[in-house]
């Protein structure tokens, strides 16, 4: 295999979120320091959300003030509401990232509304973003399997996906939440999906839990998928997710590109160094 396959770097935002013990913002910033010397071209940096459902995201606009910008990098933030979105713009990120369910309960659980009611929310926040040319990113969580509500039909996942896309998201990102996709729940959800995605808009954000995230990313670039969200260290999962451990290691899913002849553009002893980090910030 040869050609581009990029990683999306998750870990300051997906990874950390989970951390219960408290991690300072001058560690973040360090982090996300060391990773942007590794030659992503976009990593998730902060999430404006609510306080009191994920207290770990707190600092957000101190992490993207105190980070050092490394050029060619853009720098992400995740907003569920125009108060989000205007936060992260007031703190400058360069990219805004929506977070959306294929399924109901997780919706409520995570966001406290309907899928109907969040593509509301996000509706004024696109339409903000499009008139700055502003990139917003479309996260779909639970695209094959939701902790509340079981399987999920890949039906769901494709309108959904179809929407945001529509609705101006530049990339759509299709969350294994939980970690409990197999290759072949992925590959028919991808089908899919891809009937009314162009597959380059495409991007695979799957969890660990399982020890199966390799295995599907391997189903989703026999498929044409060439963008994988990962967390260096693999640190990570979602708060209202019960058992969502651990996002996909971005050293593992480098080695694993590069073991399989893609080429990534990322420094491994750089990458090393950050899971280093991001271990060390887990077990301090
Ligand atoms: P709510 O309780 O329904 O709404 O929360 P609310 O409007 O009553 O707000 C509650 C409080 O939050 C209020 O404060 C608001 O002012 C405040 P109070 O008056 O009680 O002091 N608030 C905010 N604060 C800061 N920033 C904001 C904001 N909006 C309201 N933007 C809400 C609704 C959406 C706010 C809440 O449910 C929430 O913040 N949820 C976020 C949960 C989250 O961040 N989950 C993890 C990210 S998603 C994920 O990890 C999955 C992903 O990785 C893909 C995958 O793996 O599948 C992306
Ligand atoms: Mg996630």
């Given amino acids: 295999m040869t050609g581009r396959v990029e990683i999306f770097e998750?870990?300051?935002?997906?990874?950390?979120?989970?951390?219960?013990?408290?991690?300072?913002?001058?560690?973040?910033?360090?982090?996300?320091?060391?990773?942007?010397?590794?030659?992503?071209?976009?990593?998730?940096?902060?999430?404006f959300v609510s306080r009191k459902w994920v207290p770990q995201m707190a600092g957000s606009a101190e992490v993207l003030a105190g980070i050092t910008r490394a050029p060619g990098v853009r720098y992400a933030a995740l907003a569920p509401n125009m108060r989000g979105?205007?936060?992260?713009?007031?703190?400058?990120?360069?990219?805004?990232?929506?977070f959306a369910s294929a399924s109901e309960g997780f919706s409520k659980a995570n966001i406290n509304a309907t899928v109907g009611e969040s593509i509301e929310r996000f509706k004024p926040i696109l339409k903000a973003a499009r008139h700055?040319?502003?990139?917003?990113?479309?996260?779909?969580?639970?695209v094959t399997d939701c902790p509340f509500d079981g399987p999920?039909?890949?039906?769901?996942?494709?309108?959904?996906?179809?929407?945001?896309?529509?609705?101006?998201?530049?990339?759509?990102?299709?969350?294994?939440?939980?970690?409990q996709a197999t290759p072949d729940s992925i590959v028919k959800m991808l089908l899919a999906v891809r009937d009314r995605v162009p597959v380059g808009r495409l991007a695979g954000h799957y969890h660990d839990t399982a020890g199966?995230?390799?295995?599907?990313?391997?189903?989703?670039?026999?498929?044409?998928?060439?963008?994988?969200?990962?967390?260096?260290?693999g640190l990570g999962g979602?708060?209202?997710?019960?058992?969502?451990?651990?996002?996909?290691?971005?050293?593992a899913v480098a080695a694993h590109?590069?073991?399989?002849?893609?080429?990534?553009?990322?420094?491994?002893?750089?990458?090393?160094?950050?899971?280093s980090m991001a271990r060390a910030l887990r077990e301090a």
């Avoid at 950390?16 to 030659?39: T, Y």
């Avoid at 979602?238 to 050293?251: D, H, K, L, Q, R």
Wanted: one cysteine or more; charged letters at 25%.
């Fill in 212 to 233: 199966r995230a390799l295995a599907n990313i391997d189903a989703s670039l026999s498929l044409g998928v060439r963008v994988f969200d990962a967390a260096a260290g």
């Fill in 85 to 98: 979105y205007d936060e992260a713009r007031a703190a400058g990120a360069d990219e805004i990232a929506i």
């Fill in 152 to 179: 999920t039909a890949p039906a769901r996942v494709a309108d959904l996906a179809d929407t945001l896309f529509s609705l101006g998201c530049y990339e759509i990102s299709l969350g294994d939440t939980i970690g």
């Fill in 132 to 142: 700055i040319d502003l990139p917003v990113r479309g996260y779909i969580s639970c």
């Fill in 257 to 275: 590109l590069e073991r399989l002849g893609y080429d990534t553009g990322l420094d491994m002893a750089v990458l090393e160094e950050a899971a």
């Fill in 10 to 47: 998750v870990g300051p935002r997906d990874g950390l979120q989970n951390e219960a013990r408290e991690i300072s913002v001058a560690q973040k910033i360090a982090f996300v320091d060391c990773l942007s010397r590794a030659g992503f071209s976009r990593i998730e940096v902060a999430s």
């Fill in 238 to 251: 979602c708060p209202y997710a019960p058992g969502a451990s651990g996002n996909v290691a971005t050293e």
